[in-house]
């Protein structure tokens, strides 16, 4: 029997057709635009302004604040302007414009392709250097890792989990990239557990993933203290607590950290790139994207330079399908549609998927039947339509006491829903308006 | 017959003890009510709307009669009528409050402004502008999926079918300030309904640059200052690319109207121009002296 998280979940087909498409590179475009805000906190200050030249993993956004990431450049040419421009949030943020030319790296970033194990680092060291180099969590959810790697005072790490289990259907970057990169990534987890001075490192992957499992199983063993655990496929695996309680029996209470019961959850690509960080000195300026869906002609992985137009990564892909009726930004389940194909690559850009017209428009919203699939599906032990009732009615002091800030918002109740309800529209909708009234009352 | 006695001497004897304890207790936890609170309550137009910032007409009634003066208080719905009423009942004097009208200060139909992507979730405001910036290339304008409407209790404001914005019907509104609150996008504001509801305002929230502005909407406001150059009374600031009329300072003399390069300053129930623009009225002129 695999292991898996105890409450609620769904498994919807998994479709990952891009799986085993070796990650491509792209071709880099005449332009490209950078977003200043690329991960969860305050936007990033530029540094550059028009008209200077920059090298690949120059600095252009400094971080302003405790929780925010740098951003460098992923091209060498020269910056065309500083000005706003449409980002998957669906609003016109603030980004750096540059032009092209060439491909010089700054001298710093060590491009050979040879494994690096040795670091003589002390975990401060590192720490640093996670932080210069502005890693975020690339499972999608874009926190800085710097911060989640220093555990608040009073908390100790006791253990490391490696998040290999890309739960998302369709979605296959991190799939390919354990199959590639096995040895940096393994590197890399031992690089984090000396940051984070913990002995354990447990890396959970689904058991769809056969091949990566056995790959791992063979190389851990030149790894002290990391493990490989198989675990069921089943969705929202890959949420952190979710994967905590999967791969270690630990349940964390309403509104706690994972810090609080030990736990570190770090994502694959995040590992790798602090890999490319640390003993590289290459800072975040590209990551594995995979393009797909029904009726894409070439589903595949491609590794690409943040700031490239999601549309070059949909030609790669074939071209956008005659069909076409939605474009994705991450996978079906947590992903957001987009208003354009113009918006620039980021940090957390983990894949696009195409979703042809008859399968993108949702049903018509029908009565609650009270069959309490929702609330079986929810992985946090929630009432979604209980909360999308209070939200309805702005009920907020009792959506607050039913714990809506605990949604994940992972979209298992939409999904499962049989009278079509935008239960995660509303729920996040409330969940922002009582986390807005716990603030003010905070303050 | 003797049962039937017993019983009616019984229920009696209960309901004899019974109001007894209820005279004592009404008695002893007596509440001293100013009776004034229930006659200005009277006098108000119970709709409970809350746009006074009270909880409802019982709630506003009493805080006029605990307050000192009338500063501040003042019921939307009733209006200057019911202050006076308010005002006579207390023995005060209401301070004069220029009656307001929500206006929509976005202007971009169908026509002016192209739908770009098509929006099928949740049809309310809220929820799409937390998704993204709307269907069209403006962020900042209306989504016309009518949260307005729905906050709206005096069955005042309506999506037009043909342009998808809201508009406000004059003689309904009351100025409660509701939808104000409803609209994410801060499109709706309450301003001075003006004498015959004539009303001149900037239709229009797009604090982009003027170039992406105007392409996203033909008649979005791109900033250019030529209002605020022509207007007399410097009534009018530009700020973040997006002109805005000041309420207090514009004498309604509509120079600004016709100079606007995108149409975006809208005139109310004005009666038609002549062929050449009309000369300030006197009084206004004195006004400036």
Known sequence: MLKTFRIGGIHPKENKISAGNAIQPIAIPDQVIIPLSQHIGAPCQPVVKKGDNVKVGTLIGKSVGFVSANIHSSVSGTVLKIDKTLDASGYKRDAVFIKVEGDEWESSIDRSPDLKKSCDLVPGEVLDKIAAAGIVGMGGATFPSHVKLTPPPGTKAEILIINGVECEPWLTSDHQLMMEKADEILVGTTLVMKALKVQKAIIGIENNKQDVIALFTQKVKDYAGIHVQPLKVQYPQGGEKQLIDALTGRQISSGALPISVGAVVQNVGTVFAIYEAVQKNKPLVERVVTVTGKEVKQPCNILSRVGIPLSDLIGVAGGLPETTGKVVSGGPMMGKALASTDIPVTKGTSGILIIPTLEAKRNAMKDCIRCAKCVSVCPMGLNPTLLMNLTEYEVWDRAEKEHITDCIECGSCSYTCPADRPLLDYIRLGKGKVNGIIRTRKN | ?289
């Not at chain 2, 009423?85 to 929500?102: D, F, S």
């Open chain 2, 1 to 289: 017959m003797s049962v039937l006695l017993t019983a009616v001497a019984t229920l009696g004897a209960i309901g004899a003890g019974s109001a007894a304890i209820l005279y004592m207790v009404g008695q002893k936890f007596k509440v001293e009510e100013d009776p004034r609170i229930q006659e200005v309550q009277d006098s108000l137009p119970a709709a409970n709307c809350g746009g006074c910032g009270f909880p409802g007409c019982a709630s506003f009634a009493s805080a006029c009669v605990k307050a000192e003066s009338m500063e501040n208080l003042f019921c939307p719905v009733g209006g200057q009528d019911t202050m006076d009423k308010v005002a006579a009942i207390l023995g005060r004097k209401a301070p004069v409050v220029a009656k307001k009208i929500a206006v929509v200060r976005c202007n971009g139909t169908c026509d002016s402004r192209p739908r770009l992507n098509l929006y099928d979730g949740a049809s309310k405001c809220t929820i799409a502008s937390a998704l993204y910036g709307g269907d069209t290339g403006c962020s900042f304008g209306c989504l016309g999926l009518g949260d307005c409407v729905d906050s709206c209790t005096f069955d005042a404001i309506h999506i037009n079918p043909l342009t998808m914005l809201p508009e406000v019907v004059e003689d309904k509104c009351t100025a409660c300030g509701a939808c104000v609150k409803a609209c994410p996008k801060d499109i709706i504001e309450l301003r001075k309904q003006g004498p015959k509801s004539r009303r001149i305002y900037v239709s229009c929230v797009n604090k982009d640059k003027g170039g992406v502005a105007k392409k996203a909407c033909d008649v979005a406001c791109i900033g250019c200052s030529k209002c605020q150059q022509v207007c007399p009374f410097e009534a009018i600031t530009i700020e973040n690319n997006l002109a805005f009329i000041i309420d207090d300072k514009c004498r309604l003399c509509r120079k600004c109207v016709p100079v606007c390069p995108t149409k975006s300053i809208l005139e109310l129930n004005f009666p038609l121009r002549k062929e050449t623009p009309p000369a300030p009225k006197e009084e206004d002129a004195t006004v400036i002296a």
